[in-house]
């Protein structure tokens, strides 16, 4: 089931974010990671936030400001097991279009966003990471 983050699972859902991103970025320090989790804790409030849950447990969760994706983060023991897809076709259904960034490095994202109808609009350097970023543009047809 897809639905809207609830207060209380805030710290469920950083958890989900952190280990995502030191998992999938690991060609960034780990510290940039940490020291900007009360930052994305703080953003969780004004972003539309949408869970997978399953058994009770929140397995995934995708992040939205307006149309901009800001991720898609699936706990390690679910993934491969379609819970993002769930999450983007739920999103596409939802959204018109959809935009968003991800590192050149992270091979598996661009790999899954390609493969989900989104293209590259764009390349840039993320400032605060000198590493390569594409924006990604998904527009219904």
Do not use: C
């Amino acid at each position: 089931m897809i639905r809207e983050m609830r207060p209380e699972e805030i710290e469920t859902v950083s958890n989900i974010w952190l280990q995502g991103n030191l998992e999938a970025h690991a060609f960034i320090d780990k510290d940039y990671w940490i020291n900007n989790l009360n930052v994305v804790r703080e953003q969780f409030g004004k972003a539309d936030i949408y869970v997978f849950v399953e058994n009770g447990k929140i397995q995934g969760f995708a992040g939205l400001q307006e149309n901009y994706l800001a991720g898609i983060f699936v706990q390690k023991e679910y993934r491969d097991h379609g819970v993002g897809k769930k999450l983007l076709d739920y999103l596409k259904q939802k959204y018109s279009d959809l935009s968003l960034d991800v590192y050149a490095k992270n091979i598996r994202a661009k790999k899954f966003y390609s493969q989900n109808e989104f293209v590259i609009v764009r390349e840039d350097m993320d400032e605060s990471t000198n590493e390569v970023e594409y924006q990604m543009f998904w527009k219904r047809g």
